[in-house]
């Protein structure tokens, strides 16, 4: 509302336009200075989750949630994008590319046309030289993905400077760079990626069907068809293939929505149902620990006011159960019992260091990390996913600072008639570990 109050106060002021994206550049500076100095905890967590979520920089610890990992992450950047979207993100993109490089392009100004032919060749050259741009980055102290962010956000409002867009058009590109930018970030973002993908390919359709003159060759579809040449419908055929041919690919069976339904289940939560109902009806309840009475026991579905400090003082009885914080809402939903550390990553670090300690005292020391005098841990709870390498092992090795994944395991690579085969992990001499192949899994935890 601010900004629509600036814009209308600046259009009748008759102040020139190009000057209102940096009067709105300079007013954001202006109170990032002023924060900074005045709250620079709040600072802090605005660009801690900007580049969380926005920022293509999610930490390690971030990484550890499964969906919250960088949609690139698994393969090649070509093969992860085409198997979710095929064509249609390319050509998304290349309606955006269209719509901001076009106009630029055709204008009567030679330096217009000089910005856009550079503005496309250093994003380019980025692309294409990546390990020479990251050590670039490096040297000037910059994150590479936030570098390449700044770089496209200036190229933008570079545009903006030398040509007028549509406003409808350009809000479309700059809510399309966030979810873009966002899904790129963490996987979990991505539905809302295809939505992007979904408007520029139509937009995309729409720039091509104006090229070859197909809406303005007639008025009714008899008459279209009998004026349509031959290169059009080549290109109007192209382009149906080019953007449907690849979903209609066979490559496997399709099965309707109540027989994938059917198909699925509750997960490996229920491998916990008997160690979470032992745990509910046998262990004492939170708040009674040592009391010898009921009256101070504490209702898990009760509201409980956050204290000023975030430091909620336990009534005496209560006690904490140590998992990773994987389990964290089984254990408060099931067993309805306190958890040490949940999946908000509350209690996470002092987690890794109590699963990796190398003796009791050491593990003692990571509970009195998380509990204040007077509270206590009094169970424990693992399964042979904590000690798997290939599964949740290497998770609390990305929160303590101290140790890798490294100093506990190492791949070795059994020669086949093929090659090499999946790694098998062995543990490091001291280290209580699971060993594993592709073959067989036994478990050894002492």
């Known amino acids: ?78 093969q992860t994008i085409y198997s979710e979207y095929r064509l249609a993100f390319f050509t998304a993109l290349t309606a955006a590319v269209t719509f901001l490089g076009r106009p630029l392009i055709r204008s009567d100004e030679t330096r217009d046309t000089v910005y856009a032919a550079a ?99 007639a008025d009714s579809i008899s008459e279209s068809t009998r004026q349509i040449e031959g290169w059009q419908a080549i290109v109007a055929v192209t382009l149906v293939f080019a953007l449907i041919g690849p979903f209609i690919v066979w490559s496997g069976p399709t099965l309707a929505a109540w027989q994938t339904g059917g198909q699925n289940g509750p997960g490996a939560v229920t491998v916990w149902d008997d160690s979470l109902e032992w745990m509910n009806k046998e262990t004492p309840e939170p708040g009674t620990l040592g009391t010898g009475t009921q009256d101070q026991a504490m209702n898990p579905t009760k509201t409980y006011d956050r204290p000023a400090d975030s430091d909620y003082d336990y009534p005496e009885g209560a006690y904490g ?69 290939g599964s949740k092992f290497a998770a609390p090795t990305v929160f303590n600072d101290n140790v890798s994944r490294s100093d506990f395991i190492e791949p070795a690579y059994p020669r086949t008639e093929r090659g090499y085969g999946r790694p098998i992990h062995f543990a490091h001499s001291g280290t209580t570990i699971a060993r594993s192949s592709d073959s067989t899994r036994t478990m050894a935890v002492q």
């Open 119 to 217: 503005a496309i060749a250093l994003v380019g050259g980025i692309y294409l030289a990546r390990p020479v741009y990251n050590r670039l980055a490096g040297v000037v102290g910059f994150n590479p993905q936030v570098l390449g962010i700044l770089i496209v956000a200036a190229l933008l409002i570079g545009a903006t400077l030398r040509y007028r867009y549509d406003a409808d058009r350009f809000y479309l590109i700059v809510w399309g760079a966030f979810i873009t930018s966002a899904a790129f970030t963490q996987v979990r973002f991505n539905y809302y990626l295809a939505t992007v993908v979904a408007i520029f390919t139509a937009l995309f359709v729409a720039q091509v069907a104006s090229y070859i003159d197909l809406r303005e060759t």
């Open 321 to 389: 159960v140590q998992s990773w914080w994987d389990y964290g809402h089984w254990i408060t939903v099931q067993g309805e019992r306190i958890p040490n550390a949940n999946p908000f990553q509350e209690g996470a670090a002092e987690a890794a260091d109590y699963l990796l300690a190398p003796n009791e005292t050491a593990a003692a020391d990571a509970l009195n990390q998380k509990m204040a005098e007077g509270d206590e841990t009094r169970y424990v709870m693992v399964d042979w996913k904590m000690v798997t390498p």
């Open 1 to 78: 509302m601010f900004l629509a109050w600036l814009a209308r106060e600046w259009e009748q002021r008759s102040l020139e336009r190009a000057r209102y994206p940096a009067a709105v550049g300079g007013l954001l500076i202006a109170i990032g200075i002023v924060t900074a100095v005045v709250l620079p905890g709040l600072t802090g967590t605005i660009r801690t989750n900007l580049l969380r979520f926005v920022g293509l920089s999610a930490g390690a610890a971030t990484r550890t949630i499964g969906e919250a990992q960088p949609f690139l992450a698994g393969g090649s950047p070509f």
